[in-house]
């Protein structure tokens, strides 16, 4: 029985330097490729910028139940939102 123990522990893959060495080279390209990629979301045109604001807004409105007087309030918030997800700071739909 201890002679099947032995072979069994025998038999596991233990890293040597050849896997380290593989395994430190897949760790480094991993680390390159994820600093290649754009941290940052692709610019978005003013027309489909605009697109997705007045989406935001009309969502907004259908939670509230359309009730008429909020419209100006829904436009502002989504227009904050819609600028906070793309990326964009301080900057009014149509002004590139």
């Known amino acids: 029985m201890a002679g099947l123990q032995a072979r069994s522990q025998k038999s596991k893959a233990v890293p040597g330097p050849a896997n380290l060495r593989a395994a430190v080279a897949t760790a ?3 680390k390159e490729k994820m600093e290649a990629r754009p941290q940052s979301v ?3 045109g ?3 910028r ?3 604001i ?3 807004a ?3 409105a259908e939670k509230r139940g359309f009730v008429p007087g909020g419209e100006l ?3 502002v918030e989504a227009e904050a939102e819609v600028l906070r997800l ?3 700071s301080n900057a009014a739909p149509g002004l590139e």
């Open 86 to 88: 793309t990326g964009v």
């Open 50 to 52: 605009e697109m997705l």
């Open 58 to 60: 009309y969502f907004r």
């Open 46 to 48: 003013a027309q489909e």
């Open 73 to 75: 309030q829904d436009w």
């Open 28 to 30: 480094r390209l991993n």
């Open 54 to 56: 007045a989406r935001a």
């Open 42 to 44: 692709p610019a978005i």
